[in-house]
């Protein structure tokens, strides 16, 4: 009986970190935070969640910091008419009024560049959101397989 409850638990807790609740933080609403599992530590990894504004007037996400990476970065990948993929450093992003900052492969991302040590499957970490109205906010990020497209999987 003992081991069945404590198997359900963990079930419980493990679903949990994937389907986690927004974390509200003044007008803000972060929500499907979930990173890749990363090549080994030496190649960066890469990050996603959404960000809603529910409040009447824009914020902007001003930093960001966590113990996995010495240098996390916004990146904007943008694809060329020749169809050359790049990816550009974007500062302070705008959270307008009533809508939402995603994060996504293939569109902004976030970076996690010098990497502390590898981000493994089924892991998560923690990753501090700085916005400049709204404050500071500390998220848990699961880290989901090297193959995921998003949190759905
Ligand atoms: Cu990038």
Known sequence: MKLSISAL??????????QADP????????????????IGASRPGGAYFTVRNLGNEADRLIGLSSP????PMLHETTVSE????????????EIPAGGALVLEPGGMHLMLMELTGPLE???????????ET???????V?????RATGPEE
């Not at 933080?25 to 990173?35: R, S």
């Not at 709204?134 to 848990?140: H, L, P, Q």
Request: hydrophobic letters at 50%; charged letters at 15%.
């Open 142 to 146: 699961p880290v989901l397989s090297i």
């Open 121 to 131: 499957e089924g892991g998560t970490f923690p990753l501090t959101l700085i916005f």
């Open 134 to 140: 709204a404050g500071e906010v500390t998220i848990e």
């Open 9 to 18: 638990l963990a079930f419980t807790l493990c679903a949990g970190v994937v």
């Open 68 to 71: 996995v990476s010495a240098m």
């Open 23 to 38: 974390i509200r933080q003044g007008n803000l609403e972060v929500d499907g935070a979930w990173a890749r599992a990363s």
């Open 82 to 93: 020749e169809g050359v993929s790049r990816m550009a450093h974007v500062e302070a992003p």
